[in-house]
């Protein structure tokens, strides 16, 4: 199973598995809701590897060239051990 998007109005929700199999598909899927302000929520996140710190990383770019506040919630343990372990947490804007 890959990743999946659904979107709420300004929260977009991610489900299944962040890994390397599904990075690109959700990369390109979430850029058509990049604008104004979005949240994305990981909550429903099965499984990550580190394909999935880059991922995240991809959308605050495109966030950032289309001028987006863009912040991410319910950050799976497993991702923030990742974050933690590159030394990335910082990097990753947290919101409710």
Known sequence: ???????DGGRLR????LTL??????????E???AGTLVIDLS??????SSALSL???????AQRR???L???SLPASLASLAELYGVTDLIPAGA
């Open 44 to 49: 429903a996140v099965t499984e990550v590897d």
């Open 32 to 34: 058509q809701f990049m």
């Open 14 to 17: 991610v489900s299944g598995p």
């Open 67 to 69: 001028q987006c506040t």
């Open 21 to 30: 199999a599904s990075a690109a598909v959700l990369a390109g899927e979430a």
């Open 56 to 62: 995240l990383f991809e959308w605050r770019r495109v």
């Open 1 to 7: 199973m890959s990743g999946q998007l659904a979107n």
């Open 71 to 73: 912040t991410f919630c």
